[in-house]
């Protein structure tokens, strides 16, 4: 069942007895979890009937009997049981899938990990109640969640605002949604777009200085702007740490390469097998141009060198900011 699914069931107080909420991305997990706690129950019956556990307190015996009791003076009792997957032979759990107490309403989070889909337990979760794996979202579709996010709360962002967050926040949902909650709140009055500008002045990231900005001077072979991006960087280094930049270039590179064996150029095409906003297509087009597939090979296998050179092989001494430079040039020349 996906996230949306539950949500809707559950403002329309359609509750199942287990909800079993596993997989890397928190956030979801979380979203539900609050939910339930905060709307289920009135907040006179929560004092008797909602307890919270924590996986690495107690047995899975302990857990079937506390969900086997009824609820006092209400229609429900709610069991949460945090950081599950500290949680001891959980597919002992299968006892009391099989007889459940409808009376109450079993949350557990079982986040960073997945129980195993080929046993009992998943099974008959997957099929009686509502079990939720929460899955990362890969690089490529944070910027387009980050601007669904925001139509939701009825702002918007540019395409460049939204990948320069991306950069800069990674991939973790939670810690984007604070950030772009900090940005609405210090939104000037009457103004419902988050500019490239606000990012800078509300956050501290640069708006001139990042990943994107020396990606598009690399294109241009703007000698003078990219080495000016990477001596920041070299400044920087704890807001824009080597391994991110070499991660980043990776990724545009690749993506180069890719744009190179596309057979039909067409943007939706290009948009489609790069896996990017048909808004950054031109940027690529010009990129290819830039950069032939030979070059862009061996700009790769310098990518992998420069890696390894920041992990120790190959290097003593020298330092990351100084690794950067050497590579930058070796890529524009």
């Known amino acids: 069942m996906n996230f949306d699914k539950i949500f809707k069931d559950l403002k329309e107080k359609k509750y199942s007895p287990i909800y079993f909420l596993m997989g890397d991305e928190a956030y979801y997990i979380d979203i539900i979890t609050n939910y339930i706690i905060e709307n289920v129950l009135s907040k006179n019956d929560k004092e008797f009937n909602l307890s919270i556990l924590y996986g690495k307190d107690i047995d899975i015996f302990s857990l079937i009997a506390t969900a086997r009791r009824f609820p006092m003076m209400a229609k429900y ?9 500290n949680l001891k032979k959980i597919e002992s759990l299968i006892s009391y899938v099989d007889k459940v107490q409808k009376s109450t309403i079993m949350v557990i989070n079982y986040k960073y990990k997945t129980i195993d889909k080929r046993k009992k337990l998943y099974k008959k979760l997957k ?7 929460s899955k990362k979202l890969y690089d490529n579709q944070v910027p387009n969640w980050i601007e669904n996010f925001l139509k939701k709360k009825k702002c918007k962002i540019s395409p460049t605002g939204s990948l320069l967050l991306t950069e800069f926040l990674g991939t973790e949902l939670s810690k984007i949604v604070n950030e772009i909650e900090k940005l609405i709140l210090t939104l000037p009055k009457n103004q419902s777009e988050i500019t490239t500008d606000h990012i800078e002045k509300n956050t501290g990231i640069s708006k001139d200085f990042n990943n994107f900005e020396l990606h598009k ?10 080495n000016r991006i990477v001596n920041y960087f070299a400044n920087n280094q704890k807001s824009n740490p080597f391994v991110l930049t070499i991660s980043s270039l990776y990724i545009f590179f690749s993506k180069i390469l890719i744009y190179h064996y596309v057979s039909h150029k067409g943007d939706r095409a290009i948009a489609s097998a790069l896996k990017i906003n048909p808004f950054f297509v031109s940027d690529y087009h010009h990129a290819a141009k830039t950069f032939n597939i030979n070059k862009v090979g061996k700009i790769i296998s310098f990518l992998r060198e420069y890696d390894l050179k920041s992990k120790g092989v190959g290097n003593i001494s020298v330092k990351e900011g100084e690794l950067l430079k050497e590579l930058v040039f070796k890529i524009l020349h």
């Open 127 to 133: 099929k009686n109640f509502v079990i939720f794996d």
């Open 77 to 85: 009792q709610i069991v949460i049981v945090k950081e599950a997957q």
């Open 217 to 226: 001077a690399m294109v241009k072979k703007d000698f003078l702007k990219s």
